[in-house]
C-alpha cells in the first residue's frame, strides 16, 4: 500500500494547440468519425419518456458503463464536464418501462427470432417467470414460488453441482459480496465474475510479478509521463473518456505508443466532445504505432529487452534502472539469459516488427525517465495472457517505472463494475481480503461464523462445460444461477454454448431485460427474476474504478419496475430459503450493513462504510501500489519472469485471426457500422496486400474458416498487419476453440488460425469433403 494520497483532479489547458489538429475543417466533415451530436440527440429521444429520470442518473449517478470512475458528470483526473456517448448508449436500460405482457409472454419461437439488440429494446423484465419443457411461453410466478422452486433444488444436489456467475454491467460492489459470501453459506465453490473473459490474466500476473491485483497508478498519471504505452488497448473506443485524459496528456509533452495488430483509426485521431478545440479540430493521439502479429507481443517485448542488454554490454548504466533492480528485484540473471538465447530472426519472425523497429521502441524507453503501460484484452485473451502481462511488468520492473508520479502498471477495465468482482470474492481462486488460501480461509469464516468449502471452484468456462458431463458425476451441473451475462454471445462456439446451458435442470437468469440466451430450453425449468439497477438499489451502492477509487452512487429517485428487486436481496432471500435455521448468519438489513461488513472482510476497503452520499469516495492503496518499489510480495521485491515466446500456430498462407468490437458495449451492439472505418458486422478487416496475394477484391464474399466453424463475410481493406484479420465479437466467436483455456487465469482462447478463401472459390468445389480436406491440410501445417 502506499503513503501518497491522490490530488484530486486538475485543470486542463483551454489554449488552442494547432500543433495537435487532425484537420483545420470544423467537426471532422467529410472524414469517417464518430458523430457525438447526432448519437446525443438520438440518446435523448430515446429516453424522451423519461428525459428527467435520464438527466438525474447523468448527473448524479456514477457510470454504470466503463470503469473510469465518472461521477454524475465530474472525476477525480481532471476538471469539467465528462460524458460519452458509450454511457449515453447504456442509459436506455435504466430508464425503459417494462415490458408489456404480450411481449413477456409471447411465442418463444417468435422470441427467438430477434437478435439481442432488438430484445433490448423491448423493455424491462416487470415480475418473475418461468419456463418448463414443452412450454412456448413464460409464465408468471410470485417471488415465494420462484425462490423456492430454486431453493428446493439447492437442497436436492450436490454443493459441486450447482454455480453462480455475475456480470459486470452496473453490479455493485455490495452485490458482488453477497453473492460471494452466498455461495459459500450454500457450500460451493462454483462462483465466477466477468473478469474471467476480459481481465482474470491481468490480476495473476500482477500478483505473480508484483504482489498486487489492480492497477499500480491512475490516471493522472498518464498526464506528464514520458512515454504512455497502449498495448492491446482501444481506449478510445471503449472507454472514450480517457481520450480526454490523452488529450491532457499530449499537452504536457507525453509520447503515446499504441502498440496494436490493427492500426486503430479512434487510437489515430479523434474529435472529444467536451474539449472545444478538439471538438472542432480533432486531436492527433498516437506518436507512434507498432503493428505485432497477433499473439507476437511476447517476442516483440523480447526484442525490447534484448536491445537493452545489448547497450548495457556496450555502456553499463545506460538502457535499465540498476539500482531498482540491485535493490526491489529478483530474478534478473534468469530473465537475461531467456532474452539472450533468441536471435533477432526468431524474434523479428514472431513478433512480425524488424530488428530496428524494436530497437526504436527499447531506445525510447531507456531514455525516458517515466512511462506507464496500458493494456486490455489485446494482451489478456490469449492462452497465454498470463505471460504476456508478466512480460509488460518486466518492462517495468527493468526500469522502475512503478511506485511514483507518471510511473505504472495499468489494465484498464471496461466495465464500471468489474474490479470489484474479485476482491469482493466472486471468484473460484479469491475471498474478499486475499486468496483462497488457508489463512484467508480461517479468517473470513471467523467473521461469517460459519465453514467455508475447501474444495476449489470451476471457472465459469468449466462450469458450462460440466452441465454435459453424466449424471452420475459429482460436478455434473445441475443449476446455474446468473446474474446477467450473454454466454452465446461472449463465449467461443455458440452451439456447444447452447448445448450447455440446456443441460442443466434449473437455469436462472437474474437480469433486467431479456437477452438471446433467456430462451435457451433446460431439462426442468428456466426461471428468469427481475432485478434493479444500481440507480434503483434501496440504500445505494458502490462500485471500484481501474484506479481502486471506489464509488459511492446513490439511489436516484425515478419510476420503478413493479417486481424488480435489489440483486444482494435476492440472493440473501435464497440462501435464507435453503437454510432458515442458519438465516441470522446471512442476514442484511440493507446496504450500509454489507459495507460495514465488507470494510471488516476485505481490509483494504476500510473505508467503504462512510460512503452515503453523492460524491462519497475513496481510493483503496493510495495514489501508487509498490510506491518507492516495495512490492507486497513476501520479501518486499518485484519479480522478473523468464518465458518461451508461445508458438503461435499460423502456418504459411493461412491467417491469425482475432476478435474486435465495433459500436458496442461488450455484447450490446448499437449500430451495425463501426464509426471509426464504416466497417459492417460482418467485415473481415485484412491487409489489401493480403487481398491482392489471395486474388480477393475489396467488398467480395469470403469465406473465414478452421475445424471450429465456419464465418460468412466481406473483405474489407485497412491497415491491419499482413498475415492478420481481425472479425467482430460475437459474431465471430464461431470460428473459436471450445475448451482451450489459459492454464494459470482460466481465460477462454479468443485467437485462432483460419483459412480465408472467396466464397464462389468455397462454394465452387463439387467434392462434399473440400473443407474437411482444406481443414485437415490446415491442422497439419499448424499442428
Same mark, same amino acid.
Given at each position: 500500500?502506499? &503513503?501518497?494520497?491522490?490530488?484530486?483532479?486538475?485543470?486542463?489547458?483551454?489554449?488552442?494547440?494547432?500543433?495537435?489538429?487532425?484537420?483545420?475543417?470544423?467537426?471532422?466533415?467529410?472524414?469517417?468519425?464518430?458523430?457525438?451530436?447526432?448519437?446525443?440527440?438520438?440518446?435523448? #429521444?430515446?429516453?424522451?419518456?423519461?428525459?428527467?429520470?435520464?438527466?438525474?442518473?447523468?448527473?448524479?449517478?456514477?457510470?454504470?458503463?466503463?470503469?473510469?470512475?465518472?461521477?454524475?458528470?465530474?472525476?477525480?483526473?481532471?476538471?469539467?464536464?465528462?460524458?460519452?456517448?458509450?454511457?449515453?448508449?447504456?442509459?436506455?436500460?435504466?430508464?425503459?418501462?417494462?415490458?408489456?405482457? =404480450?411481449?413477456?409472454?409471447?411465442?418463444?419461437?417468435?422470441?427467438?427470432?430477434?437478435?439481442?439488440?432488438?430484445?433490448? &429494446?423491448?423493455?424491462?423484465?416487470?415480475?418473475?417467470?418461468?419456463?418448463?419443457?414443452?412450454?412456448?411461453?413464460?409464465?408468471? @410466478?410470485?417471488?415465494?414460488?420462484?425462490?423456492?422452486?430454486?431453493?428446493?433444488?439447492?437442497?436436492?444436489?450436490?454443493?459441486?453441482?450447482?454455480?453462480?456467475?455475475?456480470?459486470?454491467?452496473?453490479?455493485?460492489?455490495?452485490?458482488?459480496?453477497?453473492?460471494?459470501?452466498?455461495?459459500?453459506?450454500?457450500?460451493?465453490?462454483?462462483?465466477?465474475?466477468?473478469?474471467?473473459?476480459?481481465?482474470?490474466?491481468?490480476?495473476?500476473?500482477?500478483?505473480?510479478?508484483?504482489?498486487?491485483?489492480?492497477?499500480?497508478?491512475?490516471?493522472?498519471?498518464?498526464?506528464?509521463?514520458?512515454?504512455?504505452?497502449? #498495448?492491446?488497448?482501444?481506449?478510445?473506443?471503449?472507454?472514450?473518456?480517457?481520450?480526454?485524459?490523452?488529450?491532457?496528456?499530449?499537452?504536457?509533452?507525453?509520447?503515446?505508443?499504441?502498440?496494436?495488430?490493427?492500426?486503430?483509426?479512434?487510437?489515430?485521431?479523434?474529435?472529444?466532445?467536451?474539449?472545444?478545440?478538439?471538438?472542432l479540430f480533432g486531436t492527433k493521439i498516437a506518436d507512434d504505432v507498432y503493428q505485432v502479429n497477433i499473439g507476437g507481443d511476447i517476442a516483440f517485448m523480447h526484442g525490447i529487452m534484448k536491445h537493452w542488454f545489448e547497450m548495457e554490454e556496450a555502456e553499463p548504466g545506460s538502457a535499465v534502472n540498476h539500482e531498482f533492480i540491485q535493490e526491489?528485484?529478483?530474478?534478473?540473471?534468469?530473465?537475461?539469459?531467456?532474452?539472450?538465447?533468441?536471435? #533477432?530472426?526468431? @524474434?523479428e519472425e514472431s513478433s512480425g516488427l524488424s530488428k530496428e523497429r524494436m530497437v526504436e521502441l527499447a531506445v525510447l524507453l531507456a531514455k525516458s525517465k517515466s512511462a506507464v503501460f496500458v493494456w486490455s484484452m489485446g494482451l489478456t485473451q490469449h492462452r497465454f495472457g498470463t505471460d504476456n502481462v508478466s512480460q509488460v511488468a518486466n518492462l517495468?520492473?527493468?526500469?522502475?517505472?512503478?511506485?511514483?508520479?507518471?510511473?505504472?502498471?495499468?489494465?484498464?477495465?471496461?466495465?464500471?463494475?468489474?474490479?470489484?468482482?474479485? =476482491?469482493?470474492?466472486?471468484? /473460484?481462486?479469491?475471498?474478499?481480503?486475499?486468496?483462497?488460501?488457508?489463512?484467508?480461509?480461517?479468517?473470513?469464516?471467523?467473521?461469517?461464523?460459519?465453514?467455508?468449502?475447501?474444495?476449489?471452484?470451476?471457472?465459469?468456462?468449466?462450469?458450462?462445460?460440466?452441465?454435459?458431463?453424466?449424471?452420475?458425476?459429482?460436478?455434473?451441473?445441475?443449476?446455474? +444461477?446468473?446474474?446477467?451475462?450473454?454466454?452465446?454471445?461472449?463465449?467461443?462456439?455458440?452451439?456447444?454454448?447452447?448445448?450447455?446451458?440446456?443441460?442443466?435442470?434449473?437455469?436462472?437468469? *437474474?437480469?433486467?431485460?431479456?437477452?438471446?440466451?433467456?430462451?435457451?430450453?433446460?431439462?426442468?425449468?428456466?426461471?428468469?427474476? /427481475?432485478?434493479?439497477?444500481?440507480?434503483?438499489?434501496?440504500?445505494?451502492?458502490?462500485?471500484?474504478?481501474?484506479?481502486?477509487?471506489?464509488?459511492?452512487?446513490?439511489?436516484?429517485?425515478?419510476?420503478?419496475?413493479?417486481?424488480?428487486?435489489?440483486?444482494?436481496?435476492?440472493?440473501?432471500?435464497?440462501?435464507?430459503?435453503?437454510?432458515?435455521?442458519?438465516?441470522?448468519?446471512?442476514?442484511?438489513?440493507?446496504?450500509?450493513?454489507?459495507?460495514?461488513?465488507?470494510?471488516?472482510?476485505?481490509?483494504?476497503?476500510?473505508?467503504? *462504510?462512510?460512503?452515503?452520499?453523492?460524491?462519497?469516495?475513496?481510493? #483503496?492503496?493510495?495514489?501508487?501500489?509498490?510506491?518507492?518499489?516495495?512490492?507486497?510480495?513476501?520479501?518486499?521485491?518485484?519479480?522478473?519472469?523468464?518465458?518461451?515466446?508461445?508458438?503461435?500456430?499460423?502456418?504459411?498462407?493461412?491467417?491469425?485471426?482475432?476478435?474486435?468490437?465495433?459500436?458496442?458495449?461488450?455484447?450490446?451492439?448499437?449500430?451495425?457500422?463501426?464509426?471509426?472505418?464504416?466497417?459492417?458486422?460482418?467485415?473481415?478487416?485484412?491487409?489489401?496486400?493480403?487481398? &491482392?496475394?489471395?486474388?480477393?477484391?475489396?467488398? =467480395?464474399?469470403?469465406?473465414?474458416?478452421?475445424?471450429?466453424?465456419?464465418?460468412?463475410?466481406?473483405?474489407?481493406?485497412?491497415?491491419?498487419?499482413?498475415?492478420?484479420?481481425?472479425?467482430?465479437?460475437?459474431?465471430?466467436?464461431?470460428?473459436?476453440?471450445?475448451?482451450? +483455456? =489459459?492454464?494459470?487465469?482460466?481465460?477462454?482462447?479468443?485467437?485462432?488460425?483460419?483459412?480465408?478463401?472467396?466464397?464462389?472459390?468455397?462454394?465452387?468445389?463439387?467434392?462434399?469433403?473440400?473443407?474437411?480436406?482444406?481443414?485437415?491440410?490446415?491442422? *497439419?501445417?499448424?499442428?
Amino acid at each position: 500500500m502506499g &503513503k501518497t494520497k491522490h490530488t484530486g483532479p486538475m485543470h486542463i489547458s483551454k489554449s488552442p494547440d494547432p500543433s495537435l489538429w487532425v484537420s483545420k475543417v470544423p467537426f471532422g466533415l467529410g472524414k469517417i468519425k464518430p458523430h457525438h451530436i447526432r448519437d446525443t440527440i438520438k440518446v435523448a #429521444w430515446e429516453n424522451k419518456d423519461n428525459l428527467p429520470y435520464a438527466t438525474r442518473i447523468l448527473t448524479q449517478g456514477v457510470c454504470d458503463g466503463c470503469a473510469l470512475g465518472v461521477a454524475g458528470l465530474q472525476d477525480q483526473t481532471l476538471q469539467g464536464p465528462h460524458l460519452c456517448t458509450t454511457r449515453l448508449n447504456v442509459l436506455r436500460l435504466n430508464t425503459m418501462p417494462e415490458m408489456k405482457p =404480450e411481449i413477456v409472454h409471447a411465442d418463444i419461437d417468435e422470441l427467438k427470432k430477434m437478435s439481442s439488440t432488438e430484445l433490448r &429494446k423491448l423493455g424491462r423484465i416487470p415480475y418473475p417467470l418461468i419456463r418448463k419443457p414443452g412450454e412456448k411461453k413464460f409464465s408468471r @410466478l410470485s417471488w415465494d414460488d420462484a425462490l423456492d422452486t430454486i431453493a428446493e433444488k439447492v437442497k436436492k444436489i450436490d454443493p459441486k453441482q450447482y454455480g453462480f456467475y455475475l456480470t459486470s454491467r452496473g453490479i455493485t460492489n455490495e452485490s458482488y459480496y453477497v453473492a460471494a459470501k452466498t455461495a459459500r453459506f450454500l457450500g460451493t465453490n462454483h462462483v465466477d465474475n466477468a473478469s474471467r473473459i476480459c481481465h482474470s490474466p491481468s490480476k495473476t500476473a500482477l500478483s505473480r510479478s508484483m504482489g498486487i491485483g489492480a492497477s499500480s497508478c491512475t490516471y493522472k498519471d498518464w498526464i506528464g509521463t514520458d512515454v504512455l504505452v497502449f #498495448w492491446g488497448s482501444v481506449a478510445a473506443t471503449n472507454q472514450p473518456v480517457s481520450t480526454k485524459y490523452m488529450y491532457a496528456a499530449k499537452r504536457k509533452g507525453t509520447k503515446i505508443i499504441v502498440i496494436n495488430p490493427y492500426h486503430e483509426p479512434s487510437m489515430d485521431n479523434y474529435w472529444i466532445p467536451s474539449i472545444a478545440e478538439s471538438a472542432l479540430f480533432g486531436t492527433k493521439i498516437a506518436d507512434d504505432v507498432y503493428q505485432v502479429n497477433i499473439g507476437g507481443d511476447i517476442a516483440f517485448m523480447h526484442g525490447i529487452m534484448k536491445h537493452w542488454f545489448e547497450m548495457e554490454e556496450a555502456e553499463p548504466g545506460s538502457a535499465v534502472n540498476h539500482e531498482f533492480i540491485q535493490e526491489h528485484v529478483n530474478h534478473f540473471d534468469e530473465l537475461k539469459v531467456k532474452v539472450q538465447s533468441y536471435d #533477432w530472426e526468431t @524474434l523479428e519472425e514472431s513478433s512480425g516488427l524488424s530488428k530496428e523497429r524494436m530497437v526504436e521502441l527499447a531506445v525510447l524507453l531507456a531514455k525516458s525517465k517515466s512511462a506507464v503501460f496500458v493494456w486490455s484484452m489485446g494482451l489478456t485473451q490469449h492462452r497465454f495472457g498470463t505471460d504476456n502481462v508478466s512480460q509488460v511488468a518486466n518492462l517495468a520492473l527493468l526500469q522502475g517505472y512503478v511506485g511514483r508520479e507518471h510511473c505504472g502498471v495499468m489494465p484498464i477495465r471496461g466495465h464500471s463494475g468489474v474490479q470489484g468482482s474479485g =476482491e469482493m470474492g466472486a471468484d /473460484p481462486f479469491v475471498l474478499p481480503g486475499g486468496g483462497f488460501d488457508e489463512k484467508n480461509v480461517a479468517r473470513l469464516e471467523k467473521i461469517w461464523n460459519f465453514d467455508i468449502p475447501k474444495w476449489q471452484g470451476d471457472i465459469v468456462g468449466v462450469s458450462l462445460e460440466n452441465a454435459v458431463l453424466p449424471e452420475d458425476h459429482e460436478r455434473k451441473l445441475k443449476l446455474y +444461477y446468473m446474474s446477467g451475462g450473454n454466454f452465446l454471445e461472449t463465449m467461443p462456439d455458440p452451439d456447444f454454448v447452447k448445448e450447455c446451458l440446456e443441460g442443466v435442470d434449473i437455469r436462472v437468469h *437474474q437480469d433486467i431485460i431479456f437477452n438471446t440466451s433467456t430462451f435457451a430450453d433446460a431439462k426442468e425449468a428456466v426461471i428468469v427474476l /427481475p432485478a434493479m439497477t444500481r440507480y434503483e438499489q434501496p440504500g445505494g451502492g458502490t462500485s471500484t474504478s481501474t484506479e481502486r477509487m471506489v464509488y459511492f452512487s446513490p439511489e436516484i429517485k425515478g419510476p420503478r419496475i413493479g417486481e424488480a428487486r435489489a440483486e444482494w436481496e435476492i440472493y440473501v432471500d435464497l440462501a435464507k430459503r435453503v437454510k432458515p435455521e442458519q438465516s441470522h448468519l446471512i442476514e442484511f438489513k440493507n446496504a450500509q450493513e454489507i459495507r460495514d461488513e465488507i470494510a471488516k472482510a476485505a481490509p483494504n476497503y476500510n473505508g467503504i *462504510q462512510y460512503l452515503k452520499e453523492k460524491g462519497d469516495v475513496f481510493q #483503496w492503496g493510495g495514489a501508487w501500489l509498490c510506491e518507492d518499489g516495495n512490492c507486497p510480495t513476501p520479501d518486499g521485491k518485484g519479480n522478473l519472469i523468464a518465458m518461451d515466446i508461445p508458438e503461435l500456430r499460423r502456418a504459411e498462407g493461412r491467417f491469425y485471426v482475432t476478435t474486435r468490437r465495433g459500436k458496442q458495449f461488450n455484447s450490446m451492439i448499437y449500430s451495425d457500422k463501426d464509426p471509426f472505418n464504416d466497417a459492417d458486422r460482418y467485415d473481415v478487416l485484412m491487409n489489401a496486400d493480403d487481398g &491482392k496475394t489471395y486474388g480477393i477484391k475489396e467488398g =467480395e464474399a469470403i469465406v473465414v474458416y478452421n475445424k471450429f466453424g465456419l464465418l460468412h463475410g466481406k473483405a474489407k481493406f485497412v491497415n491491419v498487419k499482413t498475415g492478420n484479420i481481425e472479425v467482430h465479437w460475437p459474431e465471430g466467436n464461431v470460428l473459436l476453440p471450445k475448451g482451450v +483455456y =489459459e492454464e494459470l487465469a482460466g481465460i477462454p482462447e479468443y485467437n485462432t488460425a483460419v483459412i480465408v478463401e472467396k466464397s464462389e472459390t468455397f462454394h465452387a468445389q463439387k467434392d462434399t469433403k473440400y473443407l474437411e480436406k482444406r481443414v485437415e491440410e490446415l491442422e *497439419q501445417e499448424v499442428g
